[in-house]
């Protein structure tokens, strides 16, 4: 093999001078989205582009790098991204939420409260949160520059209308510093109400749409809702399998080929964190996750 | 003149316009599309502004309601506040505010003016929402109201317009637009493409509205069975010129121009 061409973090130190600028904008804007030049990336758009050029352009030598996927660390993404940058940057890299300074995620905020210091970086497919009533580009920034936001209510009335209730569980639309009207990338809406006043700087990057916005630390991130249809979280009403946990986020894991289901955490390093300090649910002794997931 | 005339017949606080074009005028190049407009509208007034394909009645509707940039003239707008205000001078988000919230605007095509694909309910409800009505039920209950006011049957409150017929979709096109009670609704052929026992329907029920609500009203009609059933004053066009002006009654009946007069008598294509 050649000596690797490429720069530290793979992106040249051009490139990630311009995706500092859109960042520091972004932060500068909570909620506003930055239009920035995506780059290509070895890898394809799904795989969170966006979220890649964010962390190539943040991190730092001394930086301990974590990366999930729907919570876990060992989804064939996650680990394909932290290998990427252990290659590329020569970082080190973590499972534990505790000891990393930058987390990229998909689709999951972690369990345990995020410190002052760190960095968590999503990645986004689709950031703005208008599209879905408003195709037109132009129409949705100029609703953005005046605060008209009655159209985000029309999804949510839509919503109630149809379902009875709100059923937006992912990607729920937030206002940002009492703002802008944000799309949190698809977590939960579980992980909204950690997005509020988070200790952590929070940043957001959509390669295919070339888009970077951010949430500085402790910044205001308040989920739309009717006054009489208030936002709730959603989790599965059972404790984790596992740890017992009953204030987790829970994936449904199907045991057997006949059917059986457990509720686990979705958040590895919070799971097994807790049972390593001794704490037991139901299924204590039957394969964890990925296992059960092979 | 024929303001006055209609002023005095109007009560209240509508002895001073709600609307007034001055030398108002529009060019694409050489053509002038409009040129030279100056009239007032009084609160509760109705006016009709007829004339054939291609004399400026759509163009001075745009330039009245803000969304045409004059090349001469100006439009003023007596705001909530009694205050006249000049469009020009408006910034984009007040203007925007008084597009949905004192002011309607029909369209003759029910999809420029509705959103297709979401529910009648929503439709309606969707400006509410933008001056910031926050409770799921009173905007429901509120759409609900206005769906029969138009005379939609309200279990059809979760259809999506693309399911509902051409007269249904421009009575719901109407309820989204006066359910923030605006003071002026501009309308550009609202009768047009429909059948004519639909077309009668719904400007009986245009009629009822704005007598009810006391709405003043700009309505571009190339159809005079329009004019004469929902205005009191008619301006004709022709050439982007206003050439006649004047009680609805009056210039249909009885006009001066001779232009008016092939109109009227349908030697004219409409
Ligand atoms: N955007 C435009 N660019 C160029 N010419 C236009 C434009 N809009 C309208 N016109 C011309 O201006 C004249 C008046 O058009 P319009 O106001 O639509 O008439 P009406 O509504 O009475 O049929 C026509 O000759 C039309 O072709
Ligand atoms: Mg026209
Ligand atoms: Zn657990």
Partial sequence: MNAPTYNFAYLDEQTKRMIRR?????????????????????????????????????????????????????????????????KTAGVATTTSTTDATVIQTRHRIPEGALHAGQVLVYQVPIPEPLRFLEPRETETRRMHALGEYGLMHVKLYEDIARFGHIATAYAYPVKVNARYVMDPSPTPKFDNPKMDNCAALQLFGAGREKRIYAIPPHTSVVSLDFEDHPFTRYRFDAPCALCGAGDSYLDEIVTDDKGSRMFVCSDTDYCETRQSQGHRGSESAAPHKERAHG | MAETKMAETLNGDSDQPLLTAEGLGKSYGHLMACRDVSFALYPGEVLAIVGESGSGKSTLLQLLSAQLTPSAGSVSYRMRDGVMRDLAALGEAERRFLFRTDWGYVHQDPAMGLRMAVSAGANVGERLMAVGWNHYGRIRDTASSWLERVEIDTGRIDDAPRTYSGGMRQRLQIARNLVTEPRLVFMDEPTGGLDVSVQARLLDLMRNLVSELGLAAIVVTHDLAVARLLSHRVMVMKGGRVIETGLTDQVLDDPCEPYTQLLVSSILPA
Avoid: C, H
Avoid at chain 1, 52 to 79: E, M
């Fill in chain 1, 22 to 86: 859109a960042i520091l904008k972004a932060i500068a804007i909570p909620g506003y989205q930055v239009p920035f030049a995506s780059r290509e990336m070895p890898m394809p758009y799904g795989w969170g582009t966006g979220g890649v050029q964010v962390t190539a352009a943040i991190l730092g030598r001394d930086d301990v790098l974590k990366v999930i996927d729907q919570g876990s660390d060992d989804t064939t993404n996650a680990i394909s991204i932290r290998k990427f940058f252990a």
